[in-house]
Nanobody, 127 residues
Framework: QVQPVESGGGSVQAGGSRRLSCKFS????????IAWFRETPGKEREGVAA????????EYGDFAKGRFTISGDTADHTVDLQMTSLKPEDTGMYFC????????????????????WGQGTQVTVSS
């Protein structure tokens, strides 16, 4: 099983950038989806972006389009999330997750497929 571990969280001022990294172990071959989700105050866990291994296809949550970029390095077993133009409402716990199969643009559906979650990394955006 693919097991993800996040890093890169911290504090940043509004308008700034932050790069999160997900190191995933246990991958050998085949299709896997590595996705970032987040929990922000008062909201359910929502999908941020997803990266399809091995073909590199990506999906984004509506709020992430144009501001966040997901990228992957299968050989290095990492999937990064570059976040720019951060807003205070982006404050929350960010989780990396792995699904043995295909990504989906339907993030609630994808969330229910996922069996392997990281512990999360906190991102705090101050105004």
């Amino acid at each position: 099983q693919v097991q993800p571990v996040e890093s890169g969280g911290g504090s940043v001022q509004a308008g700034g950038s932050r790069r999160l990294s997900c190191k995933f172990s246990g991958y050998t071959s085949g299709y896997n989806c590595i996705a970032w989700f987040r929990e922000t105050p008062g909201k359910e866990r929502e999908g941020v972006a997803a990266y399809q291994i091995p073909d590199g296809r990506t999906e984004y949550g509506d709020f992430a389009k144009g501001r966040f970029t997901i990228s992957g390095d299968t050989a290095d077993h990492t999937v990064d999330l570059q976040m720019t133009s951060l807003k205070p409402e982006d404050t929350g716990m960010y989780f990396c997750a792995a699904h043995d199969g295909f990504c989906s643009s339907d993030f609630p559906f994808l969330r229910h497929l996922i069996r392997n979650w990281g512990q999360g990394t906190q991102v705090t955006v101050s105004s």
